[in-house]
């Protein structure tokens, strides 16, 4: 597989070579634009998308079609009769993790499981199949472990193929057979969902948000548990993360044309123009009123 760099942006793309056939790719979009980024892959490879943070639009057929994939969502791709790049539109603040892995490793690892693969069946052998599905609490655990990973390079690779291999193996997982008592990542788990529900409050209150401390008091979980789980899974702080948000809400807002700029800086939580005003511009180097004109 050949790597086409020309459009991508420079510190975007990590990838790493578990074994022959079988690949991470980590995509990090840490600017504040959106960025495009081209990844040649053959058709041998089962393509396993994971969007932990953000927005990413994949486009096919030179951009005649495309898919979101939105946070905590996930896309399984493969069609054994012809090649699928990966031709990405990453919004700002977006992480993807994917796994390729050739199908023919895939058939070894499950050789006597095939039936329950639905396109490892032997009618669906040469055919192409897609599906998206959400990224449950013990895959996100997963891919936090391997996006913030921070041990030393010699044992990298060996980390990253046991959490290739653990992602996989959860996400083939029926939860009919799930023993949630042996679950080694309950404790985890729980706390990903107690940490998730954080950012639902904090985007339904975002206009008067709780403290910190009455946060971790609502959602059952220490003060510090919540600001570094917060950290981990959705890349920044909780309120620089409620920032980011409430530009992105004003900015849609002001774009929309439906409200003027006192009445978007109420909505997203500002009592005075002027201090919306200099958020905004803080957040996009542009005050609202010079941003709407810009769009006429």
């Not at 089962?46 to 079609?65: L, V």
């Not at 039936?115 to 997963?142: C, Q």
């Not at 909505?267 to 542009?286: C, D, E, L, P, R």
Request: charged share 25%; proline share 4%; with cysteine.
């Amino acid at each position: 597989m050949e790597i086409d760099l020309k459009n991508n942006a420079p510190g975007i793309l990590e990838e790493t070579q578990i074994e022959d056939g079988f690949l991470i790719l980590k995509f990090q979009n840490e600017t504040n634009e959106n960025q495009r980024v081209i990844r040649e892959i053959d058709s041998s490879f089962i393509q396993f998308h994971f969007c932990s943070k953000g927005s990413i639009k994949f486009s096919f057929n030179n951009g005649s079609y495309a898919i979101n994939v939105n946070e905590e969502n996930s896309l399984l791709l493969y069609n054994p009769q012809r090649d699928l790049p990966m031709n990405l539109e990453m919004e700002q603040n977006s992480w993807l993790i994917t796994v390729l892995i050739s199908i023919k490793k895939f058939h070894s690892l499950f050789s006597k499981e095939a039936s329950y693969i639905p396109f490892l069946g032997e009618g669906n052998r040469d055919k192409k199949y897609y599906t998206d599905a959400i990224i449950t609490p013990s895959m996100a655990v997963v891919l936090n472990q391997i996006m913030n990973y921070a041990l030393h390079p010699s044992i990298k690779l060996l980390y990253f193929k046991g959490k290739a291999y653990e992602l996989l193996s959860l996400y083939f997982n029926r939860p009919e057979d799930v023993d949630k008592e042996q679950c080694p990542f309950l404790v985890d788990e729980e706390n990903v969902l107690k940490i998730r529900k954080a950012k639902e409050i904090i985007i339904a209150r975002m206009a008067e948000p709780p403290t910190l401390q009455e946060l971790s008091k609502e959602i059952g979980l220490p003060l510090k548990k919540l600001k570094d789980g917060f950290k981990q899974i959705y890349g920044e702080p909780v309120y620089a993360f409620l920032f980011d948000y409430k530009m992105e809400v004003a900015r849609q807002l002001l774009a929309s044309g439906s409200h003027n700029v006192n009445e978007v800086g109420l909505k997203v939580g500002y009592s005075t123009a002027s201090h919306f005003i200099a958020a905004f511009k803080k957040k996009f180097g542009t005050t609202p009123k010079k941003y709407v004109m810009a769009l006429s």
